[in-house]
């Protein structure tokens, strides 16, 4: 029989502290509406919400704090019910959403990885803590990004990748060839990359396309671009024929639309387009790629200008060489990285509206925590 209250409680704690023991709660980030196929994303379109995370392990798995996570253009088509691809699911309503994104190993029981390894995945969930299949996780060196695990999610990442692989498959640079390329979304996370890359790669001439003249005068003060055309306050067609008096040999298209439609009307016979992205088509629901308006189609096959799809995951074969590439220009600082940086998972939303609407200059990223010890 208990002497008091005070004793009750006291054994009534005792009693349910191995339960709560069992877990723990953290936040994660879930699709909260869609913006439907033709809406623009907001931060509304994502919602905050705790949930419990058991506290024990599975065999093969392993328990990860989460340190950055991404937010890219190809999300925009995981947030309608259907992507339109066969190699992006869409994210679920009231599921927690998931993308790039990197950790530190607090707890392993998978044969690869030990505490306190960094992480990548391509399918991390948005969650302050999470528990994962170690098959899917790969371990990353801090040595590769001197120390700036978040630019494993971008330049020394898949945007990396993207830029570097996608001019080296479908560019048909020469070096020593006076060549031209042309560059839109310029300032992004790919863009930003891409033209540094031309020029490591031998095109003589390199001309941004972005949308303020903070951006324009960053591509031409720090990242080398020889040129910069703000689309908002110019005309691009007369402000091409300027830039590029010889025309346009490679264009890296992350755009398309009406810009697009203007750089391939100026492209040479026998150029090349690298379809990196379609941003401005991506609230609309049109096929990837979109197709060309008929007068820029036909300026296409007169002129045997090539636009084929370009798919990064394709090519994994050549991810290893890529990283080190990517990595080595880096050190050597011939690869300028730019990025944005947000804190907070609260904040996941904001940053995915930001990017959409070009509030980015390279690298959108999320930062979760700092804590780089366990």
């Known amino acids: 029989m208990l002497k008091s209250t005070t004793e009750g409680v006291i054994l009534y704690k005792n009693l349910v502290r191995p339960l709560w023991s069992e877990v723990m709660i953290v936040q994660r980030v879930v699709l909260n509406s869609r913006p439907g196929v033709n809406g623009n994303p907001v931060a509304e379109n994502f919602r905050v919400e705790e949930v419990n995370l058991p506290n024990n392990i599975n065999e093969g798995q392993v328990q990860v704090r989460t340190l950055y996570l991404s937010v890219d253009p190809y999300m925009r088509c995981r947030m309608n019910e259907d992507t339109g691809t066969d190699y992006i699911t869409p994210w679920q309503l009231s599921q927690v959403v998931d993308g790039g994104g990197i950790g530190i190993v607090e707890e392993s029981k998978h044969l690869n990885f030990t505490k306190g390894d960094f992480v990548i995945s391509f399918y991390w969930p948005w969650q302050t803590k999470v528990i994962l299949d170690g098959n899917g996780l790969e371990k990353v060196d801090p040595q590769l990004v001197d120390g700036h695990l978040s630019y494993f999610l971008g330049a020394i ?3 990396g990748l993207t830029s570097l692989i996608g001019i080296q ?16 979304g310029a300032a992004g996370a790919c863009g930003s990359l891409a033209g540094q890359i031309g020029h490591l790669m031998g095109c003589s001439r390199v001309v941004g396309i972005c949308g303020t003249q903070e951006k324009c005068l960053l591509l031409t003060s720090e990242l080398g671009f ?17 830039l590029c008096p010889a025309g346009v040999d490679v264009y890296f298209d992350n755009v398309g639309g009406d810009i697009s439609d203007t750089v391939i009307s100026q492209m040479n016979r026998n150029s090349h387009v690298i379809l990196c992205g379609q941003i401005s088509q991506y609230n609309k629901d049109v096929p990837y790629p979109p197709p060309l308006p008929p007068a820029v189609e036909a300026i296409q096959k007169e002129r045997n200008i090539t636009r084929e799809r370009f798919l990064v995951l394709n090519y994994k074969d050549k991810f290893e060489s890529g990283i080190l590439q990517l990595s080595q220009w880096f050190k050597e600082g011939k690869l300028k990285i730019k990025e944005t940086v947000m804190n907070g998972l609260e904040n996941m939303g904001a940053a995915f509206q930001s990017m959409m609407t070009g509030g980015n200059i390279g690298k959108q990223i999320v930062c979760i925590s700092e804590e780089t010890s366990v």
């Open 226 to 242: 020889d040129a910069a055309v703000n689309y908002k306050k110019e005309k691009v067609a007369e402000k091409l024929r300027e």
């Open 157 to 159: 990442g898949m945007p």
């Open 169 to 184: 498959e479908k560019g048909h640079i020469t070096a020593g060839s006076n060549q031209t390329m042309v560059v839109s």
